[in-house]
């Protein structure tokens, strides 16, 4: 199993431009999510997908689109980026059906600088 | 909703001795309590995690308590060596429902020197 994959691993963008960061994942889990990390800041949650079909605004998600594509992948577009976005972005995944399957597995990172 | 702080943001120690991070949440309601460790340029993973119906857990050097009078959790790392160096992050889950919603600490720079 190849986990928690995110496309691209870096990615410098100009104000104004956008883009879409990839996440997949291949454990069969229900929920995704989508963190900043800033320095001194922690994960901050963007936005998250419980299942298939549904998403909800996280702690941070002004600036962000995001789409549960279908069980295994979760997206998350920045329509017009901001230098303020430059950030390590982390897509995770967790089982969440009963007790005991609340583990985040957290993918790689795209690194995203906003020039 | 939910905050949590976490103290102390850096803490060095010498190699063999005792680590202590401490975590305070708002919400009580919170009912799981996750520890991730994340190496320099990796990403966070889960190394211990605690549900408020239980007040301490230990998996060989790591030790989680949790004390929801006063709510707040601490990890404990006995026996340090240099490969625990690294930034730990605390989290509690936001609300006590079914979704995993987590809202992390700002970290601890753990420094452990040989």
């Known amino acids: 199993n190849a986990g928690v994959t995110q496309t691209p691993k870096f990615q410098v963008l100009k104000t104004g431009q956008s883009m879409t960061l990839q996440c997949a994942q291949d454990?069969?889990?229900?929920?995704m999510y989508w963190y900043r990390q800033d320095p001194g800041m922690g994960l901050r949650l963007i936005y998250y997908?419980?299942?298939?079909?549904?998403?909800d605004k996280g702690e941070v998600p002004n600036g962000y689109n995001v789409s549960r594509l279908n069980k295994r992948e979760f997206s998350l577009r920045l329509e017009s980026a901001a230098p303020s976005q430059t950030s390590v972005y982390f897509c995770?995944?967790?089982?969440?059906?009963?007790?005991?399957?609340?583990?985040?597995?957290f993918g790689p990172g795209t690194r995203l600088t906003v020039l | 909703g939910e905050n949590v702080e976490q103290h102390p943001s850096t803490l060095s120690v010498q190699e063999g001795d005792s680590a202590v991070i401490k975590c305070t949440y708002s919400d009580s309601a919170s009912n799981y309590f996750p520890w991730y460790k994340q190496e320099l340029g990796k990403r966070p993973q889960l190394i211990i995690d605690?549900?408020?119906?239980?007040g301490e857990k230990k998996d060989q050097r790591i030790a989680v308590t949790l004390n929801k009078t006063a709510k707040h959790f601490s990890l404990h790392i006995t026996e340090t060596q240099p490969e625990d160096s690294a930034v730990y992050f605390c989290?509690?889950?936001?609300?006590?429902?079914?979704?995993?919603?987590?809202?992390f600490g700002a970290g601890t720079r753990l420094a452990v020197h040989p």
């Open positions: 995770a995944s967790s089982p969440d059906r009963g007790i005991g399957n609340n583990e985040q597995f």
């Open positions: 989290a509690a889950k936001a609300g006590s429902g079914g979704y995993n919603k987590l809202i």
């Open positions: 605690i549900r408020s119906n239980v």
């Open positions: 454990m069969n889990h229900n929920s």
């Open positions: 997908s419980a299942s298939e079909g549904t998403t």
